[in-house]
Structures are given as structure tokens and as C-alpha cells.
């Protein structure tokens, strides 16, 4: 994986093609909701189950940088992903014209509810090029979740922290980026039987979440985006909560328009090649500028300076490297 180089005209061109062709961005969401609930499946190329994703070098990206966006897909967040698609070329551009990142790879993945949906959790592959189009696209928007104010956000930090190795961390101890975008609250433990049959990893005692980000937080940066528009947005015990589990990592985002902007912007300031303003500045430059002022909210208080959370010590003894079989 992350092969090739992104193309503004053919991003561009796929768009306009099925616009003319009747064909739905998300399509193969539109073909499951074709069929009876009991036979949706994630795209097998999505699929998480004894799977392992990597992040590696090529000979055209040669200092690649994960960046994993993962979306919750039930029923208040389903207009996300979709502004991601559509602003997918100005965040790859943004982040990599603009100096933020040499050779950015990014994979974008689905989170649902363990407890009663048919997929709660897909996880695609990084890509450079075009094809990282392609892969979002293809993610299920099942629009289910449980209704119990809770989502399996901590399945998915499970999944990054045992299944995914990257070069950046193995040869140059740099760790990735991950941005979990969400309305609702971890569930109250990682249950065993959900990484068994969701991950397949022989597992038999449930795990307490936040030993599970504090594992996660040893090789990414790992941050919690609440658009608004969604049903949780002013609840103070979404925000305690995650605050608690990622600190200032929490960022509450009043424009779901904005989460590309805000997911480069906050990557510059980590990697501090821009203060605030100066990122405000690039926004405006790409046609971001009725965005920016939401991002700014968002960030205020971070500034430039490095992003932090309340230091808690591991509690959960796992690998500091996956190892391939």
C-alpha cells in the first residue's frame, strides 16, 4: 500500500462521471440497502477480522506518515463521511502542499455498535493516491448504533493498537495520527467476545478502555473530533468523558463541514510547522475560509503548542509492534 500519487483531475473526473451516471458516491452502501439487513457485510477489502494493516515506504513516498480517520457510521453521524468525500482532495492537498507532511498515507474506517449492528467496525487500507477515494466510498453507512449513548470507539482503538504496523514507528519511532470522529461515549469495557467474533483475536477477559488508549497513545496521536449536528454535541458528559480518556486531544468542532480543515490544521500545529494563525492563513488559501473560523473554535486554547493529555501510565501490557505472520 501507498503507492502512486493523489490526482486532483481524476478525483475531480470520478465525481463528475457519476454524477452523469446516476451512480451514488457511496454505492456500495446504496447496494446493501438493497438487501435484507441480515446480509450486509462490509466490503471484504474493509473487513477487520485477522487482519493487519501496514503503512509502509515506497520509492515515491520514502518518509510516509499514517493518518487513520475513523468515522462513526450510525444513524446521528452519517453526513460526515459524506462532507469527507467531498473534501477529500483540499485535505490531502492541504496537508501535503502545505509542507505539513512529506508523504501523508490515509485510511478511513467505519465504527458502529458491537451490540447491535451488523458491521461495527470497518478498517481500509493506507493510500496515497486516488484510491484512498475509492476506499471511503466504500464504506458501509449502516446509520444503526445501539441507543444506549455508548458506541465501540474502544473496538476500533483496540484494532489500531494490535493490527496496524508502520514504517514510520518501526524504522524512525514516529508515531501516526489517528482521529476518531464521534457523538457518544466509549462502551463501559471492551468485551472479549466482541474481539473474538468482530477481530478474531483469542481473547477471553474484557479490557478496560482506557488501558486500551493508553496502549494506543504510545505510537499515535490520537484525538476525539464532536461535530455538531449531532445528537450529543451539548452534553457535558460526552465532554467529560472524553477529556478524561484523551485530555486536549477532545476537540469540539461547531461545523461538520469543517472536519477535513480541522483534522489538517490540527496535524500542522502537531508537527509544528504552523502556529494557529498561520494555519487560519492556509485555509483561507484553499477556500476554506468560511471553515476556518469553526476550526479556530475548535483549536482555541492549543495554539501552537504541543497537544497534551493528563498523564495516565500504561495499564495494558500489549505489543509495541505487530509482528506478521
Known sequence: MGHGKWDDNAYAAAKTFRAAKGIDDFGYTAAMRGKPRSEWRA???????????????????ADSTPIAVL??????????????QTKLGKLHGLIQRKGYLTDP???????????SDRVPLQVGQFESDNRMDEQLRTILLEGG?????????????????????????????RKGYLFLIG???NKPRLEARHIRRVIGDDVHQDIDPVSVY???????????????QSAYYNDPEIAEHWRGVLGQRFLKLDDPGAVCELIAATIGL???????????????????????????????????????RSATPPALDGPDDVTLT
Open 71 to 84: 468515522f462513526d457510521v450510525t444513524g446521528s453521524m452519517g453526513r460526515v463521511p459524506k462532507v469527507m
Open 43 to 61: 466490503d471484504p477489502s474493509l473487513d477487520p477480522r485477522d487482519a493487519v494493516r501496514e503503512c509502509r515506504d515506497s520509492a515515491d513516498h
Open 145 to 173: 448504533g445501539g441507543g444506549q449513548k455508548s458506541e465501540s470507539y474502544e473496538l476500533a482503538a483496540y484494532f489500531m493498537a494490535r493490527h496496524v504496523v508502520t514504517d514510520a514507528w518501526q524504522k524512525r519511532g
Open 270 to 308: 502537531e508537527e509544528r510547522v504552523v502556529d494557529l494563525d498561520q494555519a487560519m492563513v492556509d485555509l483561507a488559501e484553499i477556500g476554506s475560509a468560511a471553515e476556518s473560523a469553526a476550526v479556530g473554535k475548535a483549536l482555541v486554547g492549543v495554539g501552537g503548542k504541543t497537544l497534551t
Open 183 to 185: 457523538d457518544e461515549l
Open 105 to 115: 498515507q490515509l485510511m478511513f474506517g467505519g465504527i458502529g455498535d458491537a451490540d
Open 214 to 228: 493508553r496502549e494506543l497513545e504510545r505510537r499515535w496521536h490520537v484525538y476525539y473530533v464532536l461535530p455538531d
